[in-house]
């Protein structure tokens, strides 16, 4: 019976990974990755920068140009602006400009202190844009009070950045501010290729146990295996499967990483912090030591879980239909969980976001997210491991019966008709 059942599972296997859609599906996919990790240098490649440095000639006919050179040098911390003073007038400055410069005209005004006239060849990206902004505003405000015969000593006071000295008494501070950076960049982008490889196993579980059943070769293969073995040989294989994609994502990325390392001189850690931040691995070292190893097995067991109810689920279908109204539900249950984790942080100090952490299906996107946030902890994720486990005995122990009861069932009636009497079967 072991040489029927890896001879099912080396089938099944063959159908998912010997196929042409698999190796060209992951070509694409490999070229999608390198392509986003690598996507500063195709810019620049083509001709663009997303980084490229803006030079403002000032042409100052108010008497500001200091304060205005000095509020756009304190407020430009990645050094993206150059600032010169203009010694040529507005048209002769025009007739010449080139892409990557802007003119800015300062003229005084007896109402409103000071007007201003921003010149370009093309848009101007917004975030420099709002400097430029900034910097005429506070020079509008301490022309104004030049205007107002304020102290200079007051003037320079007014007119100088706000001294700020932090002091954060805990960690919790700092903390809280790197899972800022993790929730908001880093965790969806972790979470999403499971939640992909969770699609794609339900839907080849269930898709190649309807095609068994819709072309009636489940007759022949259920005469010479128990369904028990059938069921599992699926579940075997499809496993198998969504771990080789997700091994190959993450050498896709690695690849990435590498040819961007080659081409820019950038380590990976250095090209993760440009994306993602300031962000403070070492406040994170000891959270993400407890919580790779803790994802990784409630994903291997949600992965377990999936497979197994979208093949009780596919054994109850007798066409293409049916299997789409009995998939839905645990898409949906899927889409829930990974909007939920993206989300968590939301749920700030709630009951009811710990209490799903717990819930099966659920638990592999919730609880991982939940540790990071500090809203559980580690004993919490061994009990959703735990959960999980019992769940998937359950779900074996009841499933076993709905599926031999359902695998050679061909009826006529509703699916979800099929479905109730089954469970009570």
């Not at 001709?47 to 000095?70: H, P, Q, W």
């Not at 507005?90 to 006239?117: A, M, P, Q």
Request: net charge neutral; charged share 15%; glycine share 4%.
């Amino acid at each position: 019976m072991n040489k029927k059942f890896w001879y099912l599972t080396k089938v099944s296997l063959k159908k998912k990974i010997g196929s042409k859609w698999f190796v060209a599906t992951n070509i694409i996919l490999a070229l999608v990755i390198i392509a986003i990790i690598n996507i500063n240098s195709i810019v620049k490649f083509f001709g663009g920068d997303f980084s490229e440095n803006l030079t403002i000639y000032a042409i100052d006919n108010a008497g500001v140009y200091d304060v205005f050179k000095g509020t756009i040098e304190a407020l430009d911390e990645d050094n993206l602006l150059e600032i010169k003073r203009g010694e040529s007038s507005k048209e002769e400055l025009s007739k010449n400009l080139k892409d990557n410069e802007v003119i800015v005209v300062l003229n005084e005004d007896d109402k409103e202190y000071l007007k201003s006239e921003i010149i370009s060849n093309e848009t101007i990206d917004n975030g420099l844009y709002q400097i430029i902004i900034s910097s005429l505003n506070s020079s509008k405000s301490t022309l104004g009070m030049i205007k107002s015969n304020v102290n200079p000593e007051i003037l320079a006071s007014i007119s100088s950045p706000a001294k700020v000295e932090r002091t954060i008494l805990s960690d919790q501070g700092s903390v809280d501010e790197n899972m800022t950076i993790v929730m908001n960049s880093v965790f969806p982008t972790l979470i999403l290729p499971f939640f992909m490889l969770v699609v794609f196993l339900v839907q080849m579980v269930g898709g190649e146990i309807c095609e068994e059943k819709t072309t009636r070769s489940m007759e022949i293969i259920i005469s010479n295996v128990s369904p028990k073995m059938h069921l599992f040989s699926k579940v075997l294989a499809s496993n198998i499967f969504v771990i080789t994609q997700g091994a190959l994502l993450i050498v896709f990325a690695f690849i990435g990483l590498l040819i961007n390392k080659c081409v820019t001189g950038t380590s990976a850690l250095t090209l993760i912090s440009s994306l993602v931040g300031n962000l403070d691995l070492s406040i994170l070292k000891d959270k993400l030591l407890v919580l790779v190893p803790a994802a990784l097995i409630l994903m291997l067991l949600s992965f377990l879980a999936y497979a197994i109810l979208s093949g009780v689920l596919a054994s109850m279908t007798v066409n293409i239909e049916d299997f789409n109204q009995l998939q839905t539900p645990v898409m949906l249950i899927s889409v829930v969980g990974y909007y939920l984790s993206i989300s968590a942080s939301l749920f700030n100090g709630s009951i009811l976001i710990h209490v799903l952490s717990y819930v099966p299906f659920l638990s592999a996107f919730l609880s991982p997210t939940l540790y990071i946030i500090g809203e559980v902890s580690l004993l919490d994720i061994i009990i959703s491991i735990i959960v999980m486990i019992l769940f998937i005995y359950i779900l074996l122990k009841k499933g076993l019966k709905v599926y031999k009861n359902g695998i050679l069932n061909y009826s006529t009636d509703k699916v979800w008709d099929r479905f109730k009497k089954s469970i009570k079967n």
